[in-house]
């Protein structure tokens, strides 16, 4: 009988992973032993990084969107459905015009920003964490001339150095305008530090102190004032802006909360090593969808599905799952529109930035160009 291997979201990570096992399934797929299914509710594929380059008019929009379609491997059957439910039981996705029968579902359904989770937000804050966003907030730094910009940032969210990489960005765009002076730049943290990852924060510190970036800790948004033009925190401060910039807290997709197989906010209870949904023999989670405390990024899905589809290899193979995530992330940080630093770490092994250079702001303009070749399963 065939055996259905079935994807559910065709983001960076469901895509990476379809066309893996399409690839190196191929003498199954062939044989009829093997299907694999990718159902997604999106047409477009966003490369969603290439985002802040759109904020600052470095590229256009369309150049980090694709079809999907386009994308995906021959070997994979390819749904465009939005699934209502998981059903974990009966071993089946149900959407509102079909249901997809699996025996080993792959859930990689991502995170999305929650922009009602603070009064006010969707009224009055620019956001770089959707295309729309991205191209809105280009207009509107490209028509600012002077003021106040804050920046807030609530957790957890998608790529967690991007909100540094922005503000970094940001400096460096009116510097080159001729208009730095006229620009106060506040970048809030709602911890003790700018950054989760100490080694992060502490990279970040001289760049801010040196580019006259004014950074505020301990900043927890409670509501917006939209009218005023003022951010207000838990304690009770008012902050003003010209331009508000916000990275709110993300959620799961919502088909995992209506399925019940996610804690409150969305996300998938996930073992850290199989990436198998805990309690779970046949479900595996990839991505952003994972519960896992560690980095929503792109990367992070890269070196998870090096985990994920040879193990469910194994498992069509009838061998067993030898496989484990080491928990690897690799990021690199733009430290300004010509210059970025990189990390690498994992479970084990904190992050040490590397020295900021020309070369390796070049190198992520590489990788820019060649996820369509990663995501595709090639490299
Ligand atoms: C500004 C910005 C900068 C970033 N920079 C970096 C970076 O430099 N490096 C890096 O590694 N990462 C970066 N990231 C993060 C990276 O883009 C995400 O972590 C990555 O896309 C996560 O992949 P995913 O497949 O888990 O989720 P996504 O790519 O978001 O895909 C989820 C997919 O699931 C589909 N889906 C959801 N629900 C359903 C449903 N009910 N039915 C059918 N389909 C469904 C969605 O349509 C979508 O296609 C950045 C993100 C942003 C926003």
């Given at each position: 009988m065939t055996k259905r291997i079935v994807v559910l979201g065709g983001g960076t990570a469901g895509t990476m992973v379809a066309n893996k096992l399409a690839r190196q399934l191929s003498a199954p797929i062939g044989n009829k032993e093997v299907e694999v299914t990718l159902v997604s509710n999106a047409e477009k594929h966003i490369y969603q990084p290439g985002y802040l380059y759109i904020a600052f008019n470095e590229k256009m929009p369309e150049h980090f969107v694709r079809k999907e379609k386009e994308l995906v491997h021959r070997n994979v059957n390819l749904v465009f459905d939005d699934v209502v439910r998981i059903d974990s039981e009966a071993n089946k996705l149900v959407s509102d015009k079909a249901s997809y029968p699996y025996d080993y579902l792959v859930v990689a359904t991502g995170s999305y920003p929650d922009f009602d989770s603070i009064p006010g937000l969707k009224e009055a804050a620019h956001d770089f964490y959707t295309l729309e966003g991205a191209i809105k907030l280009r207009d509107a730094l490209a028509s600012f001339e002077g003021g106040t910009i804050l920046l807030t940032v609530d957790v957890p969210h998608k790529c967690p150095a991007a909100p540094l990489e922005i503000t970094l960005m940001m400096e460096d765009y009116f510097a080159r305008r001729g208009i730095r002076d006229r620009v106060k730049i506040v970048y809030t943290y709602?911890?003790?530090?700018?950054?989760?990852?100490e080694p992060i924060a502490r990279w970040a510190e001289p760049a801010f102190e040196k580019r006259n970036i004014i950074a505020e800790t301990f900043f927890n948004l409670e509501k917006i004032d939209p009218e005023r033009k003022v951010a207000i925190t838990m304690d009770g401060e008012e902050h003003a802006f010209d331009l508000l910039i916000s990275v709110p807290a993300h959620k799961g997709a919502p088909v995992i909360l209506n399925s019940g197989i996610g804690d409150e906010t969305g996300f998938i209870p996930t073992d850290r090593y199989t990436l198998k949904m805990e309690g779970s023999d046949n479900i595996y989670v990839i991505g952003?969808?994972?519960?896992?405390?560690?980095s929503k990024a792109g990367s992070t899905a890269h070196y998870q599905s090096e985990t994920l589809v040879p193990n469910l290899i194994s498992r069509i193979n009838g061998i067993s799952e030898t496989a484990h995530y080491n928990g690897k992330v690799a990021c690199f940080l733009e430290n300004s529109l010509h210059d970025a630093s990189m990390i690498t770490f994992d479970y084990t092994h904190p992050p040490q930035p590397a020295t900021t250079s020309e070369l390796l702001h070049w190198f992520k303009g590489v990788y820019n160009e060649i996820y369509w070749l990663n995501v595709r399963g090639i490299m």
């Open positions: 709602p911890i003790n530090r700018i950054h989760s990852l952003d969808a994972t519960n896992l405390p560690i």
